[in-house]
């Protein structure tokens, strides 16, 4: 699991990676997951109670919370029921992200870009034509 070095409350100034930024970031890019964290911020739940509280098939509440999981924002864990049955519960993890300039530039230096294909052409910019009129007679 992707370990963040996002500041919680209490502890001091620990960035985030460039990668790790971007991953938050894209994490936090969809409305569903939005509302899955607001919800999660009132209380832990297991996914078919999230899923009809938000709205949203099971399944799709899933995919969402792989990914708010996988970048530590969500945290679940797997409990029995009276019934013997696994029950997951998800909550939110604790967080607190700072963004500002300094921030984006520290993250900045970190970043892993990818590396260029070889194969790939360095751009070009096509060589400007001059269009030659045609005489009477259909010369040049």
Do not use: C
């Not at 070095?5 to 460039?18: K, N, S, V």
């Not at 971007?22 to 890019?29: F, M, S």
């Not at 970048?71 to 029921?81: F, I, K, R, Y």
Request: hydrophobic share 45%.
């Amino acid at each position: 699991m992707l370990r963040l070095h996002m500041q919680t409350p209490a502890e001091g100034d620990d960035e985030l990676t460039g990668d790790d930024l971007l991953r938050v970031l894209g994490a936090l890019d969809n409305p569903h997951r939005l509302r899955i964290l607001a919800a999660l911020a009132h209380g832990r739940f297991y996914v078919s109670e999230l899923a009809r509280q938000l709205g949203i098939s099971r399944p799709l509440l899933q995919v969402h919370l792989r990914r708010l999981e996988a970048v530590g924002l969500v945290s679940a864990t797997v409990e029995l029921d009276a019934d013997g049955r696994a029950m997951k519960y998800y909550e939110v993890s604790p967080f607190v992200i700072r963004l500002d300039p300094r921030v984006v530039a520290a993250a900045v230096r970190t970043l892993t870009l990818p590396a260029r294909d070889a194969a790939e052409p360095e751009y070009e910019k096509p060589a400007r034509r001059r269009r030659v009129k045609e005489g009477p007679d259909g010369l040049l």
